[in-house]
Structure formats: structure tokens, C-alpha cells
């Protein structure tokens, strides 16, 4: 299993890069009220079949070659329920996929959220040509970064190029520890 929530965020949305999706939506919630930490994933790539769908949490399927098994989804999943939350996955062919995870916040068996500004960093920077649209919220606070805005202030300056990756950098953790006060989820 992987140690931290953001690494499956981080599989998931691979996974939405390689289905060719154009956009990939990453929603992260904290409710502290309900005792809910929730995911969602949603892109616009190729979509899965509804035999795809119904195999994608068998870590013996995957539609990879270099590999035989496909162990993210189905740690994703487990991770979630074993807090006593809930997965779910919805796909269409030719219009994409929309992975829920939700976690009981307080379980003893949630495993911590990670470093979110890293992995969408990382998600950013590696796949110049995908846009990314990510919302972080903590109780009533929240921020929100479209890489489709990005583009039109930098009128073609890449996503990747090194001061822009730094900016990029700057904003997530600046806007994390202003919306989660700095706490460690």
C-alpha cells in the first residue's frame, strides 16, 4: 500500500495522462465536521468499458504492457474503505473517468494526506500539455489552481519552464498553509 493519500492522487491522475485526457479535475476536501476526507478525480481522456470498470480494482488487471498488474487503483480502494469510507469509480467511453475516494478523517487507519503541493507540482510539470483544474478545501476555506489560466496570463510561456515551475510551486504552498493553517492532515 502507499504510504500517503497523495501518492494515489498522484497514480490516478497518471493514469488520466496516459487515457489521453486533455484536462484532469483533482478536488481535495477536508470537513472536519462530518469527519470526511474526500478525493475526486475526474478527466476527459478515452473512458473506460464497462468490463474495464468493472476489472479496475483487480490488481491482477491492468491495460499496461510493460506490466501484469495494476496495483493503484485497487490500494486506492482499499486504503478508503479500510477507514470505513467509500470508493467509487464512473466511466464512458470516449468521454472519461471519475474516481471517488472518501476517508473517515479521524480513523485510526487513515494514512496521512502527503505532500499535495508535490505531487501537483509534479503532475504539472511533467505533463506540460495536460491542463489541470486542482481545488483544496479545509472546513469553509479553500483555493483553487487552473492551469488554463496560467496559459493565458504566460501567453505561451510553458508550464515547465524553471521560473514557472517555481512560481507554480510558490502558489500551492502558499495557498495550502493559507487554507489549512498550516496543519498536518
Known amino acids: 500500500m502507499m504510504p500517503e493519500i497523495s501518492l494515489n492522487i498522484l497514480d490516478v491522475a497518471e493514469n488520466s495522462t496516459r487515457a489521453g485526457a486533455s484536462l484532469v479535475s483533482i478536488s481535495v476536501q477536508i470537513d472536519t465536521a462530518n469527519d470526511r476526507l474526500s478525493v475526486r478525480i475526474q478527466d476527459d481522456g478515452c473512458g473506460m468499458t464497462a ?11 491492468t491495460t499496461r504492457k510493460t506490466r501484469k498488474v495494476g496495483l493503484g487503483v485497487p490500494f486506492f480502494k482499499s486504503a478508503a474503505e479500510l477507514t470505513g469510507g467509500s470508493f467509487s469509480i464512473a466511466s464512458t467511453v470516449g468521454v472519461g473517468t471519475c474516481v471517488t475516494a472518501v476517508f473517515v478523517l479521524s480513523s485510526i487507519d487513515r494514512m496521512p494526506l502527503g505532500d499535495m503541493t508535490a505531487t501537483m507540482h509534479s503532475l504539472i510539470v511533467y ?5 489541470f483544474l486542482y481545488t483544496y478545501q479545509y472546513d469553509e476555506r479553500s483555493f483553487t489552481l487552473d492551469t488554463r489560466e496560467f496559459r493565458q496570463i504566460l501567453e505561451g510561456l510553458p508550464l515547465d519552464t ?24
Do not use: C, W
Not at 127 to 131: A, K, L, Q, V
Not at 163 to 169: A, F, G, L, P, T
Open 162 to 185: 524553471p521560473e514557472v515551475s517555481q512560481y507554480i510551486r510558490e502558489y500551492l504552498m502558499e495557498n495550502k498553509a493559507e487554507t489549512d493553517n498550516g496543519r498536518l492532515i
Open 51 to 61: 468490463e474495464q470498470i468493472a476489472q479496475v480494482t483487480d490488481p491482477f488487471f
Open 127 to 131: 505533463h506540460p500539455e495536460t491542463d
